[in-house]
């Protein structure tokens, strides 16, 4: 697999320097991408650059993940408009062991072939290297008149700037530069990818690389991704959509997937799936021909969901899916876990009752119009139970003298009151 062409048609490839896809035709090479350890779980906007890598070492080549220890002490200026939160050393060791944990179910770091990928923490060159030894050995290679052409640097300091940047800050891309040297040093590393926003950081470092060793090292970068809205990738009005199932449950990972727009699919799909080309294209027919059947988006939240979860979660998020979205019984209901019944029913009118009623049995007319607010008086629940209007869990209730008891309560504490066909709410026990 030629990795540059590979990269090319998934529309993966923003800027790439000269000479990099000869590099990669000549022999096998070793590349890093660096990721951010604030966080000890990567979210979907990783998912690009961990994308690359994968396809890196698909083409043979050899992928190294850096986590930023030292750099995440510092923040990146990229593109930002101020300074982030710095890490101590305990969360930065434990950010680490979680990021290696999602990675090894794209890369493979166990086996014993040439190309296996390798994880490094630029914290263990980083730690001991002392002010003079930095100034000396790194600063004096680099001026302050490239350092301030770079566009990160140029944002924070020009007419846009609000509070400045701190030297901290601003010698941050010569400690990233300073990680490519030691890779190329330490592990024969030549190329350096990342996402757009980083390319001055990359570039600083080859020209480390050529001041210092007088070798050529080299650089790729991505596209930012962004919807077809122009509003950035990944993020909900929640916040971020995570890689670890505690943060963001299988089902609403799913789910982001399956709802995005039909151009947004047709170009993530391409991106953050392994299919090839005459799949993607294939796909791509099915939805011009039925835009309605939405084969693209489904097929993308299957890839996506499988590969950061595994297949029983994807189908436990399809089911999932059909309570709300189409046929179910109280069976498949009762199978949810209490996150994903959360995340299913996110927003549904929610009552509270003590718990210990359900022991003798409350009967469902008190229940929904005295003990709650679910229905405003007694006489509508009849009449909606008399017009076979009324579910409990999904199951049909028929019998207006109906007592619900403890064994009724989905994961011994919920339950799902659906009145008409898309009128739910839910019922506590606390």
Known sequence: MNFVEELTWRGMIHDIMPGTEEQLQKEMTSAYIGIDPTADSLHIGHLVSVMMLKHFQIAGHKPF????????????????????????EKTLHHNEKCLKKQLSKFLDFDSDAANA????????????????DFIRDIGKHITVNYMMAKDSVKKRLGEEAKTGMSFTEFSYQLVQGTDFLHLFREKNCKLQMGGSDQWGNIITGTELIRRKESSEAFALTCPLITKADGSKFGKTESG?????????????FYQFWLNVSDVDAEKYIKIFTLLSRVEVDELVKEQ?????????????????????????EYNKAVEASQILFGKSTSESLAKLDKETFLSVFEGVPTYEIDRAKFDTGVPIIELLAAETATFPNKSEVRRTIKGNG?????????????????????????????????????????
């Open 65 to 88: 993940a850096l986590v930023g220890g030292a750099t995440g002490m510092i923040g990146d200026p990229s593109m930002k408009s101020s300074e982030r939160n710095l890490l101590d």
């Open 117 to 132: 990928a390798e994880l490094v923490n630029n914290y263990d060159w980083m730690k001991n290297f002392s002010f003079l």
């Open 240 to 252: 971020n959509i995570w890689l670890d199932p505690k943060l963001t449950t299988p089902y609403k």
């Open 288 to 312: 011009e021909a039925a835009p309605h059947l939405r084969s693209l988006q489904k097929r993308l939240a299957k890839e996506v969901t499988c590969m950061v979860h595994d297949e029983e």
């Open 390 to 430: 009324l579910s409990l869990n999904k199951a049909r209730i028929t019998d207006q003298e109906y007592s619900v008891t403890a064994p009724d309560l989905i994961n011994e504490t919920y339950l799902l009151i659906q009145k008409g066909k898309k009128n739910y709410y839910i019922i506590e026990a606390v």
